[in-house]
């Protein structure tokens, strides 16, 4: 099993900056890559980005790219997501996700483990 808790969630104006962490316990050696999902009211979980533990690969939505960075940091099991020029529509749970192994990244059956989540509210 692997234990995903995310923060870094809160409230900030339009244009703004917000970096979410997502810390990951357990049997985290048989995390092949880690994701960032959101959803928003009424709507369906969306794909932000995706990142393997190597650091070799990584993938991002054309909703976000150019605008949030992944990253992470193995030493810390710990994966982030740095959101710049925020919207309003950016507004949603932000999820993290851990896939056990390689498989359609940026759909949410290819994760295995997921994050209870931390609300991002972005003001205009």
């Known amino acids: 099993q692997v234990q995903l808790v995310e923060s870094g969630g809160g409230l900030v104006q339009a244009g703004g900056s917000l970096r979410l962490s997502c810390a990951a316990s357990g049997r985290t050696f048989s995390s092949y890559a880690m994701g960032w999902f959101r959803q928003a009211p009424g709507k369906e979980r969306e794909f932000l980005a995706f990142?393997?533990?190597?650091?070799?690969?990584?993938y991002y939505a054309d909703s976000v790219k150019g605008r949030f960075t992944i990253s992470g940091d193995n030493a810390k099991n710990t994966v982030y997501l740095q959101m710049n020029s925020l919207k309003p529509e950016d507004t949603a749970v932000y999820y993290c996700?851990?896939?056990?192994?390689?498989?359609?990244?940026?759909?949410?059956?290819?994760?295995?483990?997921w994050g209870q989540g931390t609300q991002v509210t972005v003001s205009s």
């Open positions: 990142i393997t533990w190597s650091g070799g690969s990584n």
């Open positions: 996700a851990a896939a056990a192994r390689p498989g359609v990244v940026v759909l949410t059956t290819g994760y295995d483990y």
